[in-house]
T-cell receptor, first 114, second 111 residues
Framework: ETGVTQTPRHLVMGMTNKKSLKCEQH?????MYWYKQSAKKPLELMFV???????ENNSVPSRFSPECPNSSHLFLHLHTLQPEDSALYLC?????????????FGPGTRLTVT | AQSVTQLGSHVSVSEGALVLLRCNYS??????LFWYVQYPNQGLQLLLK??????LVKGINGFEAEFKKSETSFHLTKPSAHMSDAAEYFC?????????FGAGTILRVKS
């Protein structure tokens, strides 16, 4: 595997379910990100992890819970979601350095909450 | 805080015509600028980036962008559109350890 992978690619869940999204990067990067992409809305940064520590949480509801056990893996645990949480969830990674840090994205998980 | 404005949520060109996607940024420090492309049901793919040095940046798939500090712009161009260029394009500016994205421009290519 190369680049950034995400599983599952598609997920349908009820509002009372608990599920997790998984992201793995094979690039040796030290920072990872979760984004939410909804139709007709700009890309929303949800969480940033740098060196496995959460450095940013952009006022995301507590029904989304991230976990970064090591620099290669990132999870997003989901529970009691709402229909408006249906979206494409994108994971990205980068190598932090002075100045611009280009991010490499996974293919995303298309989440539908019923 | 840094911000990005992409002019035109939809752009339509004929196959073989010039592609021009506009991006203006606001940054309090020398910016690092990026263009990404997203095909349906896929993640974002880096097209090109500007960090320092030459202001005309060449990317993949024949795209290029020019950093113009006086105009705070970083427009994306391609001399001749191909059907496979139909996608959504995002401009982004670096803000510390984050990227701030524009709202995106959907490019349609007509045969």
């Amino acid at each position: 595997e190369t680049g950034v992978t995400q599983t599952p690619r598609h997920l349908v869940m009820g509002m009372t379910n608990k599920k997790s999204l998984k992201c793995e990067q094979h690039l040796g990067h030290n920072a990872m990100y979760w984004y939410k992409q909804s139709a007709k809305k700009p890309l929303e940064l949800m969480f940033v992890y740098s060196l496995e520590e959460r450095v940013e949480n952009n006022s995301v509801p507590s029904r989304f819970s991230p976990e970064c056990p090591n620099s290669s893996h990132l999870f997003l645990h989901l529970h009691t979601l709402q229909p408006e949480d249906s979206a494409l969830y994108l994971c990205a990674s980068s190598q932090e350095e002075q100045g611009g840090n280009e991010q490499y994205f996974g293919p995303g998980t298309r989440l539908t909450v019923t | 805080a840094q911000s990005v404005t992409q002019l035109g949520s939809h752009v339509s060109v004929s196959e073989g015509a010039l592609v021009l996607l506009r991006c203006n940024y606001s940054s309090s420090v020398p910016p690092y600028l990026f263009w990404y492309v997203q095909y349906p049901n896929q993640g974002l793919q880096l097209l090109l980036k500007y960090t320092t040095g030459a202001t005309l940046v060449k990317g993949i798939n024949g795209f290029e962008a020019e950093f113009k500090k006086s105009e705070t712009s970083f427009h994306l161009t391609k001399p001749s559109a191909h059907m496979s260029d139909a996608a959504e394009y995002f401009c982004a500016v670096s803000d510390g350890n984050k990227l701030v994205f524009g709202a995106g421009t959907i490019l349609r290519v007509k045969s």
